[in-house]
T-cell receptor, first 108, second 113 residues
Framework: KNEVEQSPQNLTAQEGEFITINCSYSVGISALHWLQQHPGGGIVSLFMLSSGKKKHGRLIATINIQEKHSSLHITASHPRDSAVYICAVDGNTDKLIFGTGTRLQVFP | KAGVTQTPRYLIKTRGQQVTLSCSPISGHRSVSWYQQTPGQGLQFLFEYFSETQRNKGNFPGRFSGRQFSNSRSEMNVSTLELGDSALYLC????????????FGPGTRLLVL
């Protein structure tokens, strides 16, 4: 079993829909990261969080440390949000452990 | 501030050769981490350097090595290339080591024939 599991693996949505991507992990962590990777390969760090909730524009990330679970929400989705979203955790060994990613496609 | 830069962007090598990839972090950042991304294994941590010292290492064979210079620029070297080393190699920098927001470079796409 992977230490970091994401769901769903693939997601399609119509423009304007509310989107949720989930991440569960099985190790102790100091922080959790949400990353966005566009088709060209470039990765952008969206959030780093260790508790509670963070918001940036239309993106919201939450984490529940007790349940070892995090969610990434996108409100009013747009075709430019189409990308792979990757959850990664800073484990106790200080190495980033990555989920397999969620491929999101938003259609106009 | 300029972002993280990686050179070269694309590289084709043959089995048995060696390769050196370069990463220049954001100015002022002292931590550089390297990652390998393949379709089969996804993203995997290679190693992290902080202030010229290897701070952490992932589960890769000794053919994969790296170093960091006094200006925080980092290089990674892969010797005796294998077909399975074909991947996107990404580096990321952060101001400090540990649980910090990382800023990723565009990656070097390596193809081993």
């Amino acid at each position: 079993k992977n230490e970091v599991e994401q769901s769903p693996q693939n997601l399609t949505a119509q423009e304007g829909e509310f989107i949720t991507i989930n991440c569960s992990y099985s190790v102790g962590i100091s922080a959790l990261h949400w990353l966005q990777q566009h088709p060209g390969g470039g990765i952008v760090s969206l959030f780093m969080l260790s508790s509670g909730k963070k918001k940036h524009g239309r993106l919201i990330a939450t984490i529940n440390i007790q349940e070892k679970h995090s969610s990434l929400h996108i409100t009013a989705s747009h075709p430019r949000d189409s990308a792979v979203y990757i959850c990664a955790v800073d484990g106790n060994t200080d190495k980033l452990i990555f989920g397999t990613g969620t491929r999101l496609q938003v259609f106009p | 501030k300029a972002g993280v830069t990686q050179t070269p962007r694309y590289l084709i090598k043959t089995r048995g050769q060696q390769v050196t990839l370069s990463c220049s972090p954001i100015s002022g950042h002292r931590s550089v981490s390297w990652y390998q991304q393949t379709p089969g294994q996804g993203l995997q941590f290679l190693f992290e350097y902080f202030s010229e010292t290897q701070r952490n290492k992932g589960n890769f064979p000794g053919r994969f090595s790296g170093r960091q210079f006094s200006n925080s620029r980092s290089e990674m070297n892969v010797s005796t290339l294998e077909l399975g080393d074909s991947a996107l190699y990404l580096c990321a920098s952060s101001f400090l080591a540990g649980a910090e927001t990382q800023y990723f470079g565009p990656g070097t796409r390596l193809l081993v024939l």
